[in-house]
C-alpha cells in the first residue's frame, strides 16, 4: 500500500497535527517489523515491533511496505559529487534503454528524469534503519490511540457517503478501510513528498536491491504515461509508498481504481476517494468476507489446552464454545467460519478468535501487531470497546540481538531446528511452547524475556 526516523518520539505518541487536526502516524506509520531482502523468503508473522523494513517479494510486494516522514523527504536538491552523479548518468542510460524495451516511450522518460539526481537523504535512510523495538501494547497504545479514534471517527463521518458506496461495490467494510488510511497516513495528513522516480531511480542505481526497485521504477514510469499524474506530483514516502494508503508502485498497477470517474487513478490529491476504494479493491482481491470480523477478543477457561493456540490450529465456533472460550461478556463465538485462538502477549494479556479476514489484511502487512491494530482501530472507530484483558506491560521487547540469542538457546536445548534469524513466527513460537511444557511453565508460546533468561 511492508527505520529510524527524525520526529520518530512524537509520531509515537498519535498527536495530533496542528493544521490538519490528525493524529501523527507513530513510529513510520506503523510499519512494524523487519521485511527481507526481495529475492528472500516470506517471513513468519510477528508481534516484536522494529524500525528497520524493506520490500517484500511480489507478490506479496505489491502492496506499500515502507513510509518516511516529510520532513526526512526533501531530497530533490540533495547535492552529489561529480563522480556519484557520472555513475548515476551511465545507469540510467543503461535503465532507460531497458525501459524503452519495456514499452516506455521515450517522452516518458524525458519527462520522469529530468532534473533527477543521486538522492542522498533516500540512501541515507535506507542504509540507516536502526532497529526500534516496541511491545505489542506500547504499540498499540499509539496505533490506537484516542486521538487517532477520533480522527478516524471524524474522517469516517466526513466521507460517509462514499465510503458506503465503496463498501457497496467492493463488500469490504468501510470502518476497515479507514483504519487503513489512519495506520498508513493519519488520515492523509502524512503522505509523504519524497519524488518517487527520483527516489526509485537512486535506489536501483545503489544496487543492493536493483531488480526490486528497477521493477518499481518501471511501474511508476507505467503509471506516468498512463497519466495518472504528472512526474513530480507523483510523491510518496523515501523507498516508493504512494498516497493516503500508501500503494508501492507495482501495487497501484495491480489494484488502484478511479472511483470518483476523473478519468484518473489519483491517490495523491488531498481528495482520497479514489486511494480508500483501491485499498477496498486490494482487499477484495485477496479474498475478503463480506460481514466476518478480522478477529474478537475472548476468555479462555481455567485448565484450557495451550497447545491448540496459534493460527495454524482453526475449528469451527462449535469446537471452541464447547471448549469454553467466551467473548468477554459471557457470551458464545458466533459462526463466522473456521478460527484460530491467538495469544500476541502470552496467557497474561490479551486472547484473540482470529478469522479468514485476519489473513487478508496480513497481504496489506504481515505482522501480527498491524493485523491487529487495523482490526481493533476499525472496531473503537464503530463504537468498540477497548481490550478488556490487560497486557503485561512489565514486559519490555526483546531487541533482535535476543531473539536471535533465544532462538539460538532453543537450537542448543534441542527445542528448535529451524535456524536463526531474530524473527519469532509460529515456529519460534511452537518452539517455545515446547520449551515451556517442559519446564512446568503454561506453553503459551510467548518468547518473552523471562523464556530467555531461564534458557541462559
Do not use: C
Not at 527505520?3 to 493544521?19: I, M, N
Not at 523468503?41 to 517479494?57: F, I
Amino acid at each position: 500500500m511492508r527505520r529510524s526516523r527524525l520526529a520518530l518520539l512524537a509520531a509515537a505518541l498519535g498527536l495530533a497535527l496542528p493544521t490538519l487536526g490528525a493524529a501523527l502516524p507513530p513510529a513510520t506509520s506503523l510499519r512494524p517489523e523487519m521485511r527481507p531482502l526481495p529475492a528472500a523468503q516470506t517471513p513468519p508473522r510477528v508481534v516484536t515491533l522494529s524500525t528497520q523494513a524493506t520490500p517484500l517479494a511480489v507478490p506479496r510486494s505489491i502492496r506499500p511496505q515502507l513510509r518516511a516522514t516529510p520532513t526526512l523527504a526533501r531530497s530533490m536538491a540533495a547535492a552529489v559529487t561529480p563522480a556519484a552523479d557520472t555513475e548515476f548518468s551511465a545507469w540510467l542510460q543503461g535503465f532507460q534503454t531497458r525501459a524503452r524495451t519495456a514499452g516506455i516511450a521515450q517522452a516518458t522518460l524525458d519527462r520522469a528524469f529530468a532534473g533527477v539526481t543521486v538522492q542522498s537523504r533516500v540512501l541515507e535512510r535506507d542504509r540507516n534503519q536502526a532497529e526500534f523495538s516496541r511491545a505489542l501494547w506500547e504499540y498499540l497504545d499509539s496505533a490506537v490511540s484516542d486521538t487517532r479514534v477520533a480522527n478516524g471517527r471524524t474522517a469516517f463521518d466526513r466521507h460517509r457517503d462514499a465510503l458506503a458506496r465503496i463498501e457497496r461495490r467492493y463488500g469490504v467494510e468501510a470502518e476497515v478501510v479507514v483504519a487503513i488510511w489512519g495506520l498508513e497516513s493519519a488520515y492523509g495528513a502524512m503522505r509523504g513528498d519524497t519524488d518517487i522516480i527520483a527516489a526509485m531511480a537512486t535506489l536501483a542505481h545503489d544496487g543492493r536491491r536493483r531488480d526490486f526497485f528497477e521493477d518499481q521504477l518501471i511501474a511508476a514510469l507505467r503509471i506516468l504515461q498512463a497519466g495518472d499524474v504528472a512526474p513530480r506530483q507523483m510523491t510518496g514516502s523515501w523507498a516508493g509508498a504512494m498516497g493516503h494508503t500508501q500503494f508501492m508502485p507495482t501495487s497501484y498497477l495491480d489494484h488502484a481504481v478511479d472511483f470518483d470517474g476523473d478519468g484518473r487513478r489519483d491517490i495523491w490529491s488531498d481528495d482520497p476517494i479514489d486511494a480508500l476504494a483501491s485499498t477496498a479493491n486490494y482487499l477484495r482481491h485477496f479474498g475478503w468476507t463480506t460481514g466476518q470480523p478480522w478477529g474478537m477478543e475472548v476468555r479462555l477457561p481455567e485448565g484450557f489446552d495451550y497447545s491448540l493456540t496459534g493460527e495454524g490450529v482453526k475449528h469451527p465456533a462449535a469446537f471452541w464454545n464447547a471448549r469454553g472460550v467466551r467473548l468477554p461478556d459471557g457470551g458464545r463465538i458466533p459462526d463466522h467460519g473456521r478460527a484460530s485462538i491467538l495469544l500476541p502477549a502470552g496467557h497474561r494479556g490479551v486472547a484473540l478468535v482470529i478469522f479468514d479476514n485476519f489473513h487478508v489484511i496480513e497481504r496489506y502487512n504481515p505482522a501480527d501487531a498491524y493485523v491487529i491494530a487495523v482490526g481493533h482501530l476499525s472496531d473503537r472507530i464503530t463504537g468498540g470497546a477497548p481490550f478488556r484483558a490487560s497486557w503485561p506491560r512489565e514486559d519490555r521487547a526483546l531487541t533482535r540481538a535476543e531473539r536471535e540469542e533465544l532462538q539460538t538457546r532453543l537450537v542448543s536445548a534441542g527445542f528448535h531446528r529451524f535456524g536463526v534469524d531474530g524473527i519469532i513466527g509460529p515456529q519460534t513460537i511452537d518452539s517455545v511452547r515446547r520449551f515451556q511444557a517442559s519446564i512446568g511453565w503454561v506453553p503459551d508460546g510467548y518468547a518473552s524475556l523471562r523464556v530467555l533468561e531461564r534458557l541462559r
